[in-house]
């Protein structure tokens, strides 16, 4: 489905004490929701607070990122964890970032799952679960990111949270909808103006290509611009760039 206005959102507060991930002040100047970690795959407390006062001051929306415990692997290995383990990670991480968030004047006002665990629960019936669980027994009202046509988007329906359906800025598609692995080719895009081209066919068409040539249908709120990419912060700039041109306005899915 066209749309007229979108949601850019990216994962900052990703550094932890002396090593800085990412640009986050340069991305908070053109995102309009910001995806900030917990601590559990990256992050530390005074990073992660500064990064929320700079989200705060720059009014762009906070998001908890929640992650499998894994900063040796960032998050991005799949962890076999149980439905009561899984609740109670995700329901401290929201709690540790809103806590940070709200030192600041903020709070957290969305969840959108990190790396494995964003992918695993496209398909791993029992993990959505746990992460839907998680939400609604701490706040039913917190939306809830995830790829269009998940596992995780239904279960999130049926407990009645509210789901923001996800396109990807720099990702491979494959043919089912779901984003090419990260150790296989085509999985990160690099070129910046076929980056923002993509982008706004996404946004205006509800279409991308998919790495075998296939025409995917996506109907998306919101759309991701990692900042930890070789050349995010001019990838988001030519996205935002390019969809203003299409006429499409940059606006928070919580505005």
Known sequence: ?????????????EGFGVWTLGDDPAML?????????????????????RVCAAAVAAGVR????????????????????G???????????????DGIARSVGGRVEYVKPHGALYNTIVTHEGQA????DAVAALDRTLPLVTLPGSVAAATARDAGVRVIAEGFADRGYRADGSLVPRSERGAVLGDTAEIAERVVEMVTTGRVSAVDGTVVTVDIDSVCLHGDT??????????????????????????
């Open 62 to 81: 906070i998001g908890a990122q929640v992650s499998y415990p894994d900063r040796v692997g960032f998050g991005r290995r799949f962890v076999d964890v």
């Open 230 to 255: 070789p050349g995010a912060v001019d990838h988001a700039r030519a996205v935002a760039s390019a969809l203003r041109d299409a006429g499409v306005e940059l606006r928070s899915f919580l505005a």
């Open 83 to 97: 439905h009561d383990d899984l609740v109670a990670d995700v329901v401290y991480q929201i709690g540790a970032l």
């Open 29 to 49: 100047s053109v995102v309009t929701s910001a995806n900030i970690a917990c601590g559990f795959h990256a992050g530390d407390p005074a990073g992660l607070r």
């Open 129 to 132: 679960q746990a992460v839907v």
């Open 1 to 13: 489905m066209a749309a007229d206005q979108v949601d850019l959102n990216a994962d900052l507060g």
